[in-house]
């Protein structure tokens, strides 16, 4: 390309030049993780966090050893939603993950604050900085599957992720308006240019299931996942409800007693995706 700066670092093109392996930023010494996830999407406001906690617990349900990375530097919610107010500690170059009940591990931001309601006020540098240090100076205690919480859209945070942690793959959240498709396309290319398989789609706010009569209402708009991933070739497809119940869950810091059926698709595509340490071989 002639417009070529050759700083791939800040650079999303996938060109003959790169070779992404050399962005690939090491684990900790002491960590061990063996596949890595990312929950993403083009917009925000979409439920990437509901998605990545879903299938956090699906995972641990199943006797995997789980971790949670909160990429979402300036709006963490991760903790919350689990419940854990514990912040992390950690000594010179290393820091330990917190637990949620059942185990999980998980780095947030708000793990690090003193005060959950504190901003994070910094340059899209430092924050795409800190969400590599979550993987870098973190201490992960065998971790059988990591699922990373992005932030919204392709910017500084995204982009660094997707060079300097070597994912397995990704799944795109999504919700049922007609702007949907650009956003999930958005997405998929993004994914594309840096070699990372989509596993799953994952409609959030689907539908409502009327507790009286048991119909459902596609409050905003016919669902259209299966055609989105038909046409991107997106091989796994999740409807999420609307349900207050689960609501209410994450509110209250009680995620891991939410029902995790509807992900089960996209789950089981996880499950065959492939681990990190054949990725890494040189």
């Given at each position: 390309m002639s417009d070529c700066t050759h700083d791939c670092s800040s650079c999303s093109s996938n060109c003959d030049s790169r070779d992404k392996k050399s962005f690939i930023k090491p684990l900790h010494e002491l960590s061990r993780v063996k596949k890595v996830v990312a929950v993403a999407s083009g917009k925000g406001g979409v439920g990437k966090s509901l998605v990545t906690s879903l299938l956090a617990v699906r995972a641990a349900a199943r006797g995997l050893r789980v971790a949670v990375l909160d990429a979402d530097i300036t709006g963490p919610s991760i903790p919350k939603t689990f419940g854990v107010n514990e912040r992390a500690r950690g000594a010179e170059g290393e820091i330990y993950p917190v637990r949620s009940k059942s185990g999980i591990q998980m780095m947030s931001m708000n793990n690090l604050?003193?005060?959950?309601?504190?901003?994070?006020?910094?340059?899209?540098?430092?924050?795409?900085?800190?969400?590599?240090?979550?993987?870098?100076?973190?201490?992960?205690?065998?971790?059988?599957?990591?699922?990373?919480?992005?932030?919204?859209?392709?910017?500084?945070?995204?982009?660094?992720?997707?060079?300097?942690?070597?994912?397995?793959?990704?799944?795109?959240?999504?919700?049922?308006?007609?702007?949907?498709?650009?956003?999930?396309?958005?997405?998929?290319?993004?994914?594309?240019?840096?070699?990372?398989?989509?596993?799953?789609?994952?409609?959030?706010?689907?539908?409502?299931?009327?507790?009286?009569?048991?119909?459902?209402?596609?409050?905003?708009?016919?669902?259209?996942?299966?055609?989105?991933?038909?046409?991107?070739?997106?091989?796994?497809?999740?409807?999420?409800?609307?349900d207050p119940a689960v609501a209410r869950l994450a509110d209250a810091g009680r995620i891991e007693e939410a029902d995790t059926d509807a992900l089960a698709e996209v789950f089981r595509e996880i499950e065959k995706s492939r681990e990190i340490k054949d990725y890494l071989k040189d």
């Open positions: 604050l003193e005060h959950d309601d504190d901003p994070v006020v910094w340059r899209g540098t430092l924050i795409a900085g800190a969400a590599v240090q979550f993987w870098t100076d973190v201490v992960w205690d065998e971790v059988d599957i990591m699922f990373i919480d992005m932030p919204p859209g392709t910017g500084d945070v995204p982009l660094t992720v997707f060079q300097s942690i070597p994912l397995s793959g990704i799944v795109i959240v999504t919700t049922p308006q007609e702007l949907v498709e650009m956003i999930v396309k958005k997405a998929v290319n993004m994914a594309k240019m840096m070699n990372v398989p989509v596993l799953g789609l994952a409609e959030n706010m689907s539908y409502f299931e009327c507790p009286d009569c048991g119909k459902r209402h596609e409050i905003f708009g016919a669902s259209k996942a299966e055609a989105l991933c038909k046409a991107y070739g997106i091989p796994a497809c999740a409807r999420i409800p609307i």
